[in-house]
């Protein structure tokens, strides 16, 4: 049985390793990592489907703001190539997005697949006066609102705003990867 849950730390280097295998090494040169690099995911949003302990699929979300106002970032979503296209992809997405309404998020942000992500609801509509800190293809930089509104006011380059890795955890989290 698959079961969608929490990340925990020793989950790290197995994810790492199914991010390197799904997305390539170089994953960390796209502009949604510059978001990314140094933040701590937002609380509770940092997903991990597993059975028997084998990390089989991960997802999570991160604080972002444009304007000043605030929405999360979604990515990387990546599941184990032998099970892409089996609904496991689809599941951690509604877990995510269920997971962040819940806890009060007014939106979500990505870059990926029109097609895909549009079956969730995201689309390039309310992107149009965003940018991200670096390349983007436009069709690909989508949003949804989980609160209608919430992106009303959101213009120009995203930026971080979510906790900082603590120096501590990150000496942790590289050491793990290693």
Not at 51 to 80: F, I
Request: with cysteine.
């Amino acid at each position: 049985m698959i079961t969608i849950r929490d990340e925990i730390a020793v989950d790290i280097p197995a994810r790492e390793a199914l991010l390197d295998r799904c997305l390539g090494e170089r994953r960390t040169a796209k502009s949604s990592e510059r978001l990314r690099e140094g933040r701590l995911p937002a609380e509770g949003l940092a997903l991990t489907a597993e059975r028997d302990g084998e990390v089989l699929a991960t997802v999570r979300l991160w604080h972002v703001e444009a304007n000043g106002v605030p929405a999360l970032l979604l990515g990387p979503l990546a599941v184990k190539p032998e099970l892409q296209g089996e609904g496991l992809g689809k599941a951690m997405m509604r877990e995510a997005l269920w997971r962040a309404a819940c806890r009060g998020h007014g939106a979500v942000i990505l870059v990926g697949d029109a097609p895909y992500y549009g079956r969730f609801g995201f689309g390039p509509a309310l992107t149009r006066e965003l940018a991200m800190p670096g390349p983007v293809e436009r069709e690909r930089f989508l949003a949804i609102e989980l609160r209608h509104g919430a992106l009303d006011g959101a213009r120009g380059v995203l930026v971080a705003s979510g906790a900082a890795i603590p120096e501590a955890f990150e000496t942790d989290e590289v050491a793990q990867a290693a």
